[in-house]
């Protein structure tokens, strides 16, 4: 299947500050990425829909001031979390649509955000 | 909206046997796609089966095979001959657009 990458896979910053994770497809180009949001034992919670050249798309209830995403380009998409608090500490992880496999999304490794 | 929904929050099996992991969806769409992902400890999401809505044919990858009844808006994952490395948590999921998942099932096997 297609790889996608996820950096840094864990961070750890003080509160008041802000954190950039990143989300690379390799091997293909993705016009869209998601982003979502896991708590310990829980389902996968979409965050956002990142697409390439325009403005992300976010769930209901998700700050978008909060929650930056930049879609740059046709393999790169990121999440910026603005000011961080520990209310943001989670597992973050990212997915890219492969455009040749049937709307199959492939999923970065996570990132895990701990907030001081 | 569509949903999701896995009833089995907790299922385990014996090495070398078989189990089937129950998913039940709800959309008004025709055309879709589901998927079963696995997540182990790593929490890295593993593809394991895709099917098309439109395929009468039941998805099969290797030991791991799906039952899909579109009436019955229902789509279950068969794990034949479970080995240790299967341990995980397994989410049912559904695409439109955008992938809904199911609460997961986490798949225990005894040895």
């Known amino acids: 299947g297609a790889v996608v990458s996820q950096h840094p896979s864990w961070v750890i910053c003080k509160s008041g500050t802000s954190v950039k994770i990143e989300c690379r497809s390799l091997?293909?180009?993705?016009?869209?990425m998601f982003w979502y949001r896991q708590f310990p034992k829980q389902s996968l919670m979409l965050m956002a829909t990142?697409?390439?050249?325009?403005?992300?798309?976010?769930e209901q209830g998700v700050e978008k001031d909060k929650f930056l995403i930049n879609h740059a380009s046709l393999t790169l998409s990121t999440l910026t979390v603005t000011s961080a608090h520990p209310e943001d500490s989670s597992f973050y992880i990212c997915?890219?649509?492969?455009?040749?496999?049937?709307?199959?999304?492939?999923f970065g490794p996570g990132t895990r955000l701990t907030v001081l | 909206a569509q949903t999701v929904t896995q009833s089995q929050p907790e299922m385990s099996v014996q090495e070398a046997e078989t189990v089937t992991l129950s998913c039940t969806y709800d959309?008004?769409?025709?055309?879709?796609?589901l998927f079963w992902y696995k997540q182990p400890p790593s929490r890295q999401m593993i593809l394991v089966i895709r099917?098309?809505?439109?395929?009468?044919q039941n998805a099969t990858e290797n030991r791991f095979s799906v039952n899909f009844q579109k009436a019955a808006k229902s789509f279950s994952l068969k794990i034949s001959d479970s080995q240790l490395g299967d341990a995980a948590m397994y989410f049912c999921?559904?695409?439109?657009?955008?992938?809904?998942f199911g609460q997961g099932t986490r798949l225990t096997i005894n040895p």
């Open positions: 990142s697409n390439e050249g325009s403005k992300a798309t976010y």
């Open positions: 997915s890219a649509r492969d455009p040749r496999g049937q709307d199959t999304q492939y």
């Open positions: 959309t008004s769409e025709s055309d879709y796609y």
């Open positions: 099917q098309e809505a439109y395929k009468q």
């Open positions: 999921a559904y695409v439109n657009q955008k992938l809904v």
């Open positions: 091997d293909f180009q993705a016009t869209t």
